[in-house]
């Protein structure tokens, strides 16, 4: 009895400490996007350069969970999130003190670095726990809460970098990852049991690490998916780099108010969230699934429209950028449920490779947005349509060989 009652504990208990977790890493960006103009003026450098903090964060974040996810297959979750969230606390105050933008640059990586890594055990973890239909839940429901660091984060941040300077917000992150830290020092268990590991059978090695991303790419459904995931992620990386600049600099938005304004999309995102965790029991992954890129292709493609005829319009931008963010919610919480429905000795490297695809590619979307960067939204709304199409064309290709009653049925936690 005493057992069952420490576990049924620790689920509860994960989701919220890795929930924060993860929202750290979301404001570590969020919290000073509005001081992104700034920053270029501190240190007498292009837009265009600035944005390159946004890249390289992406990129560190996709490099080493890709030994991340494998790494704690063989050794348990437990020590390498410690280790991972230790490295992300570093690079915050690395980044409070970097005194040029080379040396900003290089702790924006490392934070990267360090928030990938928890993020691809964290996603393990949670589905070391929970079944594909619960674990598409929790992730809503983490989407929500998550979804408010993009509401609130440009809004503290600009409150913070207006009194104090934008340095501060690194500071800011540098102490609330701190605290994690010791949150899950004390508080996390282990959720991975030794005979599930990788290592039950045979030693951590660069060999296993390839064994093991050698079966997962022979799996076309498991690449599809996190391909989906991943392609999603990059286009919301676009608006995310170049709505800034184009509302702060064409539409004369002041920084400090820019948070104001960057919340509507958060607050339809939640809304999608709410309606994913509510629907996903009755309707299951696939029709949830569909039903958000449909949403996701037609608030793009309004995007892309009111960019060319109502350009100056707040209105028709959010709500057309509202339609769109509603629609990512059940896309990101089903695509990932499918891309990590594997064995648990797998769940790290499904979740590393999940993990590695979504920065790789968002890191892709923000170099190529601000390369094509015109001073309007068209490049990132054509890009957020061209995206969905294609992740809409992709999931339709899964129908061809994946039943939907069976489609990557979680097996058994044994």
Not at 7 to 20: D, G, V, Y
Not at 106 to 126: E, N, P
Not at 384 to 411: H, N, Q, R
Request: charged share 10%; net charge positive.
């Amino acid at each position: 009895m005493k057992t069952k009652m420490n576990s049924l504990s620790l689920h509860r208990l994960t989701p919220i400490l890795l929930m924060f977790a993860v929202l750290a890493f979301e404001m570590s960006t969020d919290i000073y996007v509005s001081s992104l103009p700034e920053m270029g003026h501190f240190f007498h450098v292009p837009d265009a350069t600035v944005q390159t903090t946004v890249s390289v964060y992406l990129l560190g974040f996709a490099l080493l969970g890709l030994i991340a996810g494998p790494l704690s297959d063989s050794i348990g979750r437990r020590p390498v999130i410690l280790g991972s969230v230790s490295i992300f606390a570093l690079g915050s105050i690395s980044c409070w003190f970097a005194p040029t933008m080379m040396s900003l640059t290089a702790a924006r990586f490392a934070q990267g670095i360090g928030a990938g890594m928890t993020m691809v055990v964290s996603t393990a973890i949670l589905k070391d726990i929970y079944d594909e239909k619960n674990f598409s839940r929790i992730l809503s429901t983490m989407g929500m809460v998550i979804a408010l660091s993009p509401m609130v984060a440009p809004i503290i941040g600009g409150k913070i970098a207006d009194i104090w300077g934008w340095k501060s917000c690194f500071f800011t992150i540098a102490l609330v990852a701190s605290i994690i830290w010791f949150a899950i020092v004390v508080c996390l268990r282990e959720s991975l049991s030794p005979e599930h590991r990788a290592t039950h059978h045979s030693r951590f090695s660069g060999r296993l690490l390839l064994e093991t991303y050698g079966q997962l790419l022979k799996r076309r459904e498991i690449v599809i998916f996190a391909l989906i995931s991943a392609i999603t992620y990059g286009g919301l990386w676009a608006w995310i780099v170049e709505a800034p600049f184009y509302m702060i600099n064409v539409l004369e938005i002041k920084s400090v108010d820019y948070g104001y304004y960057a919340a509507v999309g958060p607050g339809a995102y939640i809304f999608g969230t709410f309606l994913n965790r509510r629907c996903v029991i009755f309707y299951g992954i696939e029709r949830m699934l569909a039903g958000g890129l449909c949403l996701m292709i037609l608030g793009a493609g309004l995007a892309l429209v009111a960019t060319f005829y109502w350009p100056f319009s707040l209105v028709a931008l959010y709500i057309s950028f509202s339609i769109y963010a509603i629609g990512l919610a059940p896309v990101f919480a089903n695509a990932v449920t499918k891309a990590v429905s594997v064995i648990p000795s797998e769940r790290g490297g499904a979740s590393a490779l999940l993990n590695t695809l979504e920065m790789g590619i968002s890191a892709l979307c923000a170099v190529l947005v601000g390369f094509l960067s015109n001073g309007t939204l068209v490049p990132c709304t054509a890009m957020m349509l061209a995206g969905s199409i294609l992740c809409a064309m992709m999931f339709v290709s899964t129908a061809k060989y994946i039943p939907e009653s069976k489609a990557l049925s979680t097996p058994s936690e044994g």
